[in-house]
């Protein structure tokens, strides 16, 4: 064999983009809570936009967003696993694979 089906390298570089997306996901989930609280100061109390506000306010959003943050981890890290178990793999075949022809151009068994 001698090229990757997966090229490690490559992957773990997707893996380490979708890291630095994911932290902005912090950022956005603080600028929401900034601005809801913005809101809700600017707005007269008793209207329907102050008890949607409210509402926002209970976080609901945010609470999904770092549910889908925690997915995003989740992901990352198994997906790192299974490239490190591929590329274990991948060396294991590769050293098995050298030993059968070594054996083999020695005259040893198949």
């Known amino acids: 064999m001698t090229s990757w089906q997966i090229e490690p390298g490559q992957a773990r570089a997707i893996?380490?983009?979708?890291?630095?997306?994911?932290?902005?996901?912090?950022?956005?989930?603080?600028?929401?809570?900034?601005?809801?609280?913005?809101?809700?100061?600017?707005?007269?109390g008793g209207t329907q936009s102050a008890a949607a506000l409210a509402g926002l306010a209970v976080d609901p959003i945010g609470v999904d967003i770092l549910a889908a943050k925690q997915q995003v981890s989740t992901a990352i890290a198994?997906?790192?696993?299974?490239?490190?178990?591929?590329?274990?793999?991948?060396?294991?075949?590769?050293?098995?694979?050298?030993?059968?022809?070594?054996?083999v151009e020695w005259g040893g068994d198949e």
């Open 15 to 44: 893996l380490a983009q979708a890291e630095t997306d994911a932290a902005s996901i912090g950022t956005a989930t603080r600028t929401l809570e900034t601005v809801t609280d913005q809101a809700i100061s600017a707005v007269r």
């Open 78 to 103: 198994a997906t790192r696993a299974a490239i490190t178990a591929y590329e274990h793999g991948d060396q294991e075949m590769a050293t098995n694979a050298n030993r059968h022809v070594a054996d």
